[in-house]
């Protein structure tokens, strides 16, 4: 299975900020990942699909890049609604998906 | 408009089984695979499985094979997840998502979580 890792595990930012979380997957996977937001107490969300597709009524300050192993998920600046947990998610293997361990992403 | 209601939190002894539901509306329920994903406490999501509402194949995740068993039934637009002989570390908040899938410019077959249920929590304690 495609294993995917996370970097880093968990990021202190503030309001304005700009932010990069990475993912990498052990094989070339192309542009077949996700990425998703997750706050406590609600169902996770999904932000880009397609590597660098922003799913419709995401705000543009998100953004997605990258394609083979290494992808980026860039928050332009940050808001405080932005401060969740984001994961990253290979749909290149067919048919096990898999998430990376999550980054969380404090003040 | 498209959702996914689940079924409510359950409280099981460690052995007992378990069986949560998903309900969806607003879409052609046969167009679409359902996902299953977890969240333990402190811990990442973890994927499941998926089954396809066309035709009922699925599959599961190695960690859980031989005790998950992922349903659906096309006459009331309902995804059904069974854990068997579950454990303390089967506790978690347990997530249907809708598989939206699509092929790309280049023709690959991509795809994407698109709608959430919202989490059943199931707590496993003697």
């Known amino acids: 299975d495609v294993q995917m890792t996370q970097s880093p595990s968990s990021l202190s930012a503030s309001v304005g900020d700009r932010v990069n979380i990475t993912c990498r997957a052990s094989q070339d996977i192309s542009n077949a990942l996700n990425w998703y937001q997750h706050k406590p107490g609600t169902a996770p969300k999904v932000l880009i699909y397609?590597?660098?597709t922003l799913q419709s009524g995401v705000p543009s300050r998100f953004s997605g890049s990258g394609s083979g192993t290494e992808f980026t998920l860039t928050i332009s600046s940050l808001q405080r609604e932005d401060f969740a947990s984001y994961y990253c998610q290979q749909s290149y293997s067919v048919p096990r998906d898999t998430f990376g361990q999550g980054t969380k992403l404090e003040i | 408009q498209v959702q996914l209601v689940q079924s409510g939190a359950e409280v099981k002894k460690p052995g007992a089984s378990v069986k949560v539901s998903c309900k969806a509306s607003?879409?052609?329920?046969?167009?679409?695979?359902i996902t299953w994903v977890r969240q333990a406490p402190g811990q990442g999501l973890e994927w499941i499985g998926w089954?396809?509402?066309?035709?009922?194949?699925?599959n599961y995740a190695q960690r859980l094979q031989g005790r998950v068993t992922m349903t659906t039934d096309t006459s009331t637009n309902t995804a059904y997840m069974e854990v068997r002989n579950l454990r303390s570390d089967d506790t978690a908040v347990y997530y249907c998502a809708r598989r939206f899938s699509y092929y790309d410019s280049r023709g690959f077959y991509l795809y994407y979580l698109d709608f959430w249920g919202q989490g059943t929590l199931v707590t496993v304690s003697s």
């Open positions: 089954i396809s509402a066309f035709n009922g194949n699925t």
């Open positions: 397609g590597a660098s």
């Open positions: 607003g879409y052609r329920f046969t167009r679409n695979d």
